[in-house]
């Protein structure tokens, strides 16, 4: 009843907003990822009690284990067979388990993070990528809460062939605030990795967008630790030998908490059936696919 509540009390927009945003967000940020590593079982037990008050927490699809952190439990693996890899060699399965947002067709240049609420690819991406692949392709954004799995998995046999760091804030990025902030994801520490699908060339963009309480993404690929602190160098090359390749629905990374990751295809791409705002889907689930001819 007191858990029920309270989830009834956060629904209020004005106060989630308030609590989640009119705080000082990266002092609170880097508060959390240091309490998070302490190790202590016990505490790591406590803390996933609270946890569950404010969330739908689930871990019943990971391997029994006592977490030594929060962290730990965060970043938790899960069990392999839960999580089925769409078998079509040509389709682009979801990265992450998510709630899907805004999504669609890239008008031009500009993209749409809730209605009324656009935004450009250059912003996103940063002033020293080339965005033209996109111009008038197709994207979806992919919202994961801070009770869902947190890794997450290439959508197709792919090789990473650079990644921009961007620091930013660290805006909450639920529907509340995406209504509210303008070009919010723009403004929120993020990664932009560049990739090219191994069967036909055609480039990805995947971008894992960053917020309070998360600003942790580690890229297994790289040796060293995305996080506010990091400040570069903010281009990271991957030459020749250098470059990660990756099997469909093998895993390239995690955030520490939550957060957003936006899917980026060309022209010629559209969205599987199913796929529209507010619909929940799981690392695997078919995401895109390349447009039927008319």
Not at 38 to 54: E, G, Y
Not at 85 to 111: E, F, W, Y
Not at 200 to 222: E, K, M, N, Q
């Amino acid at each position: 009843m007191k858990t029920s509540l309270l989830k009834t009390i956060l629904a209020q927009e004005d106060l989630n907003f308030l609590l989640t945003n009119r705080v000082p967000r990266i002092a609170l940020t880097r508060f959390i990822g240091w309490y998070s590593q302490i190790r202590s079982p016990l505490l790591a037990r406590w803390s996933i009690a609270v946890w569950r008050c404010f969330s739908d927490l689930d871990l019943s699809e990971s391997p029994p284990q006592r977490y030594g952190s929060l962290h730990d439990c965060f970043t938790r693996p899960i069990r392999p067979e839960t999580r089925p890899i769409d078998a079509d060699p040509d389709g682009l399965c979801s990265p992450s388990d998510a709630i899907v947002g805004a999504c669609g067709d890239v008008a031009g240049t500009q993209v749409f993070q809730a209605k009324g609420f656009p935004y450009t690819l250059a912003e996103l991406f940063g002033p020293s990528q080339d965005t033209t692949p996109y111009h008038d392709g197709v994207f979806v954004t992919l919202r994961l809460t801070s009770a869902m799995y947190h890794r997450f998995h290439a959508p197709q046999d792919l090789t990473v062939e650079h990644v921009t760091y961007l620091s930013g804030d660290t805006w909450n990025v639920n529907p509340i605030a995406l209504q509210r902030v303008e070009k919010l994801f723009c403004r929120n520490e993020r990664a932009v990795l560049n990739t090219r699908l191994a069967r036909t060339g055609t480039p990805i963009a995947i971008v894992p967008v960053a917020a309070i309480l998360v600003a942790s993404l580690r890229l297994h690929f790289l040796d060293v630790l995305l996080h506010l602190r990091y400040r570069g160098p903010n281009e990271i090359a991957l030459p020749g030998q250098a470059r990660a390749r990756f099997r469909k629905g093998e895993e390239m990374g995690w955030f520490q908490h939550g957060s957003t990751i936006i899917v980026f295809a060309p022209k010629g791409h559209e969205l599987c059936e199913g796929i529209a705002n507010g619909v929940r889907i799981k690392m695997g689930q078919p995401l895109l696919k390349a447009s039927t001819p008319a």
